[in-house]
């Protein structure tokens, strides 16, 4: 079992930034791979980034390319996701994701039903 809690969401302006975290606990942090998805009103739950067991593969839906961040630190078993640019179309809620299914793997998943566990999301709202 993997339990994932999200916060450090909020109201931020266009072209401000905002630092998620999510901490986990359970499961040994340091041997899966996190990532981070976002869902808007009305639309369907999106892949924004994923980082391996030691943070050395990233990968990020090209939406975000260039504005966010996904780093790791296993001895405080957070994934963190630094968004820096924001745009209004960036709001959503976010969630934290574990993907227990590989150890020690640097393949990263993109997809909703390709994660096992979740958080209960973060709310991020950019105002224009």
Do not use: H
Not at 89 to 96: K, M
Not at 108 to 117: A, C, D, F, I, P
Not at 118 to 128: A, I, L, P
């Amino acid at each position: 079992q993997v339990q994932l809690v999200e916060s450090g969401g909020g109201l931020v302006q266009a072209g401000g930034s905002l630092r998620l975290s999510c901490a986990a606990s359970g499961r040994t942090f340091s041997s899966y791979a996190m990532g981070w998805f976002r869902q808007a009103p009305g639309k369907e739950r999106e892949f924004v980034t994923a980082i391996n067991w030691n943070g050395g593969n990233t990968y990020y839906a090209d939406s975000v390319k260039g504005r966010f961040t996904i780093s790791r630190d296993n001895a405080k078993n957070t994934v963190y996701l630094q968004m820096n640019s924001l745009k209004p179309e960036d709001t959503a809620v976010y969630y934290c994701a574990a993907d227990v299914s590989r150890m020690y793997s640097n393949y990263l998943r993109k997809k909703v039903n390709e994660y096992g566990y979740w958080g209960q999301g973060t709310q991020v709202t950019v105002s224009s």
